[in-house]
């Protein structure tokens, strides 16, 4: 199990980010995992699942911006165990695309995904301690998704 004084470790020296990825514990996502590691290139995202095609298991990149705007060891699992790790699950299944297949997606299906996933860093922020800032951004994202799947429904109705 990681600290909060690890993750500070890896906040401050990039250069141990792998390491310190390695040594968190994805609990009963683990099965769906190829690897994890750090980016140290600018991204536009946080944190993104690529799926294995070999094996339908996924590789999760995390990038500086997490460890940058992601203000305790709580917030950073949920967004990486909790959310993540719950798309790693939905990949596995068939549930989810990433990288390029993820333009032929229906927005209904990625909005789903992230419901589901928002939803399981919603059930799990006391077990994680996550912030209220996080917690907030994270219902604000929930009820996002939740209304495009809604009005996807009226659309198509």
């Given at each position: ?152 429904e009226i659309i198509k109705n």
């Amino acid at each position: 199990m990681v600290t909060q004084e690890e993750y500070e470790d890896a906040k401050n020296n990039p250069s141990i980010r792998n390491r310190f990825l390695k040594r968190i514990n994805f609990e009963e996502k683990t099965q769906y995992i190829s690897k994890v590691r750090y980016s140290g290139k600018k991204q536009s995202f946080w944190m993104v699942c690529r799926k294995n095609f070999l094996n339908n298991k996924s590789k999760i990149i995390v990038t500086g911006e997490a460890f940058e705007l992601l203000p305790t060891l709580g917030d950073f699992l949920s967004c990486l165990v909790d959310h993540e790790g719950c798309h790693t699950q939905q990949i596995y299944r068939g549930q989810f695309k990433t990288g390029f297949m993820a333009y032929f997606q229906k927005s209904s299906l990625l909005s789903r995904g992230e419901v589901e996933a928002h939803e399981n860093q919603m059930k799990n922020y006391k077990k994680r301690n996550v912030s209220s800032e996080v917690r907030e951004i994270l219902a604000k994202r929930l009820k996002w998704h939740e209304t495009q799947l809604k009005l996807e429904e009226i659309i198509k109705n």
